[in-house]
């Protein structure tokens, strides 16, 4: 594994100081040295990457990830895409996903069982390119919830978007099997979704079905997440101590009080891009503005941003991220969550880069070496042409995106010309 020196760069180090002029070196995998000013180091064997001014700063991580939704229009069309080319389609959307900076992904739900730990582990065997990943399970739901696309002439579960169960012994068995399967995370629809046909605000669980999971999940050192957009499915995360919130659109004072009360236990990611796009952006696919209000998108849009501002005042983490993958809302333009962040929900673009960045360290358990331009961390990094400080779209073009590493090594290396250890941009 090459050293690397990056020089005459501007460095936004995840820390929440403003950025500042200065060089970074990489030796093997970490972060060795970090410097205010240039030509601090010599670089000895280390190739020295002249940025030229752009901006260095943490790699993203994307909190509410689904690699196997294919770009279709439907839950439906997404499950049925077979196996084999479904474990394929991850494998060239997780580059994708690093392609564009993401260094980092937590697994929101797969669409078959096993896809989203087959994807982890051929990355951790550096089989593929693709981001640091969290494995989750299919979405666990209940007899017509969301996820159930099960149809009385064709019993055949397998063909099923979600994994269905009711009662507390079916969610037992339903939670083993997926730790078994080795997941790292437990997902469960707590509410309902418009496009699915069911209204976002209907809870369908119940309290000892919920708490069969979680004591299941938590027993074995696993997470759970949960797709929450009502009221009363917010306050079951929270009585329930689920640990990823997803959405979390419709809240009252209470719901609010009990998300600031946990603000340092749970994370939030509200998958705002979809609710915007879904909203305006979908008329291709038959969902034109008019049809998507009389869904109920334009109620729970208003009614989320209101929620979000409210929480991010409260100081409750709410990280970029959220249903990628639909036909309106492709993989890889996911930086469109932190223009939303700064445009609806009345974050700066510090604030924005902040949840993409040292919050990202944090949901990926790993706080103390991931999110920060740091000594002693993880060399993950993104080179930029342009400040997102001050145009925060510029994450959102990926000719911008000048040069992408990961674990110390380069996934897209930057346009250099010149000596062995002497390199500088074209």
């Given amino acids: 594994m090459a050293n690397t020196l990056f020089t005459n760069v501007r460095i936004f180090d995840g820390s929440g100081a403003q950025p500042y002029h200065g060089e970074v070196l990489v030796e093997g995998n970490r972060i060795t040295r970090v410097a205010r000013s240039a030509r601090s180091f010599q670089s000895g064997d280390a190739t020295l990457i002249d940025g030229a001014g752009a901006f260095l700063m943490p790699g993203m991580t994307e909190a509410h990830t689904h690699f196997s939704w294919n770009d279709q229009p439907s839950l439906t069309a997404i499950q049925m895409m077979p196996p084999e080319e479904h474990i394929l389609w991850c494998v060239r959307v997780a580059k994708r996903y690093l392609d564009m900076g993401w260094t980092s992904c937590v697994g929101a739900a797969t669409a078959k069982a096993r896809l989203d730990v087959v994807l982890r582990n051929a990355i951790n065997a550096g089989e593929f390119p693709g981001p640091r990943y969290l494995a989750a399970s299919q979405e666990i739901t209940t007899v017509g919830g969301l996820g159930d ?9 397998e063909l099923n978007f979600g994994c269905v169960v009711t009662g507390p012994n079916e969610m037992r068995r339903a939670a083993r ?25 209907i809870t369908p669980f119940t309290d000892a079905e919920i708490a069969a999971l979680v004591e299941e999940a938590h027993r074995h050192g696993r997470r759970v997440a949960a797709h929450a957009r009502s009221c009363e499915s917010i306050k079951q995360c929270i009585r329930h101590n689920i640990d990823l919130i997803y959405h979390a659109s419709f809240t009252d004072d209470e719901a609010l009080d009990m998300l600031e009360a946990n603000r340092h236990r749970i994370f939030l990611a509200p998958g705002l891009a979809w609710l915007v796009n879904t909203s305006y952006h979908a008329s291709e696919y038959g969902i034109t503005p008019a049809i998507a209000e009389s869904m109920g998108y334009h109620r729970e849009l208003e009614a989320a941003i209101e929620s979000l501002k409210k929480m991010h005042r409260r100081g409750v983490r709410i990280l970029p991220g959220g249903d990628y993958g639909f036909a309106w809302i492709k993989h ?3 930086a469109q969550d932190l223009e939303y962040f700064v445009k609806y929900l009345g974050f700066s673009p510090m604030e924005a880069l902040l949840s993409a960045t040292r919050l990202g360290g944090e949901i990926m358990l790993r706080p103390h070496e991931l999110g920060q331009v740091k000594e002693s961390f993880l060399a993950d990094m993104i080179l930029i042409d342009g400040d997102p400080l001050s145009d925060i779209r510029v994450l959102q073009d990926p000719t911008r995106i000048l040069a992408v590493m990961k674990d110390g090594e380069f996934h897209k290396k930057p346009d250099i010309h010149g000596t062995r250890n002497m390199t500088r941009w074209a």
């Fill in 177 to 201: 099997t997926y730790i078994k399967y080795g997941v790292d995370t437990l997902k469960i629809n707590l509410s309902g979704e418009y496009i699915a046909g069911m209204p976002a605000e």
């Fill in 149 to 157: 696309e099960s149809r009385p002439h064709l019993p055949f579960p």
């Fill in 332 to 334: 890889a333009t996911n």
